[in-house]
């Protein structure tokens, strides 16, 4: 079963280029940003079960080996825990590009940060 998700709510809890379009965001659907120093970083869902799984994968085209998609990804997935929402985020493997610590560590500390939002949006959507 797939899913789609609403940029507008996406915003709340990770920057979206200025523009993107307003219409649901599937399987596919990707978001590029221009980076300052030139080149792009995407994001691609690559898997999407509304309220129950959303997996995001990463490239940077200043990446000298680009990893196969969704090694370097990041997973949200959404648990009923006894009338809770359980909230886990996977962060991929940034082992696999060369000096990928910086952007591991940046992902956690995003994680840290995002995870409040959609645990909030997820558990008003539920009630």
């Known amino acids: 079963m797939g899913g789609s998700y609403y940029p507008e709510y996406v915003a709340k809890w990770d920057a979206l280029p200025?523009?993107?379009p307003s219409e649901k965001m599937t399987k596919?659907?990707?978001v590029v940003w221009e980076?300052?120093?030139?080149?792009?970083?995407v994001t691609t869902i690559i898997k999407a079960e509304e309220e129950k799984e959303l997996k995001i994968a990463l490239s940077l085209s200043?990446?000298?080996v680009q990893p196969q998609e969704g090694d370097v990804a990041y997973l949200y997935q959404l648990e009923d825990l006894h009338g809770?929402?359980?909230l886990k985020i996977k962060i991929g493997d940034f082992s696999l590009?060369?000096?990928?610590?910086?952007?591991?560590?940046?992902?956690?500390?995003f994680a840290a940060e995002s995870?409040?939002?959609i645990k909030q949006l997820a558990e008003q959507h539920k009630g």
């Open 115 to 117: 995870k409040k939002v």
């Open 28 to 30: 596919g659907s990707k």
């Open 35 to 41: 980076n300052p120093n030139g080149g792009e970083t």
């Open 62 to 64: 200043k990446w000298e």
């Open 84 to 86: 809770c929402t359980l």
């Open 97 to 109: 590009i060369k000096d990928g610590q910086p952007y591991y560590d940046a992902s956690v500390e």
């Open 18 to 20: 200025e523009g993107y």
